[in-house]
């Protein structure tokens, strides 16, 4: 009798780490999502411009210039993630925004403006996440109404972009965005080509 009870406290005991052994090393379902996002980044870089002397009330000035690669990009869009496990993703994101910078003082404003396109694969691996694609910047537009009264357009312009991300919770991704663009802005028979690549830190929620 006492060795039978030996044998069966043996086996309560052996039992449940076997099956908890079992249950962790269970392999993870891969999952498919489909969902939306929205962002922001702040940006800097690309070849200057113009550079204007700004009148502020109260008689203040100071000089400040407009970047190509500059300076407020806000966006929203989709993106598929197939999940192979806790630990590792993949999929893509199409995003489309508006990108704007922008001087204001007492007698107008001076702004280059532009709304981009983007298709960015994307591999997620242990919450950072690493993604290069392509952009195309549209209706690009620079306009001063406040020194020399005049427009300017250059052609569409495509290039490459990169980020690279943090996940929290899985919802925010903060991190870097890096574009390789140049803009080709014609007028009066002549035509300039200017580097509008940029860095920039960004802040998406995935819904």
């Not at 962790?24 to 929205?38: D, Q, V």
């Not at 598929?80 to 704007?100: K, P, T």
């Not at 312009?157 to 390789?180: K, N, P």
């Amino acid at each position: 009798m006492k060795n039978a009870l030996t044998s069966a406290l043996l086996l309560a005991t052996l039992v449940p780490c076997a099956f908890a052994d079992n249950v962790n090393t269970a392999p993870t379902t891969p999952t498919n999502h489909f969902s939306g996002l929205i962002g922001g980044a702040f940006t800097f870089g690309g070849d200057e411009l113009a550079e204007y002397e700004v009148e502020y009330e109260g008689g203040d000035s100071s000089d400040e210039n407009i970047r190509a690669g500059e300076q407020f990009y806000l966006y929203g869009g989709a993106y598929f993630r197939h999940s192979e496990s806790a630990d590792l993703a993949y999929g893509a994101q199409f995003n489309v925004g508006w990108f704007n910078n922008s001087i204001s003082g007492d007698n107008g404003d001076v702004t280059l403006t532009r709304y981009p396109f983007e298709l960015i694969p994307f591999i997620e691996f242990h919450k950072f996440r690493f993604g290069i694609g392509l952009t195309q910047h549209t209706s690009i537009e620079f306009e001063d109404d406040a020194v020399y009264e005049f427009t300017v357009e250059a052609d569409d312009a495509s290039g490459t972009v990169i980020l690279v991300e943090y996940l929290f919770a899985d919802h925010l991704a903060l991190g870097l965005r890096m574009v390789d663009i140049d803009y080709e802005f014609s007028g009066d028979g002549a035509s300039v080509t200017v580097d509008a690549g940029h860095t920039g830190i960004s802040a998406a929620w995935l819904f």
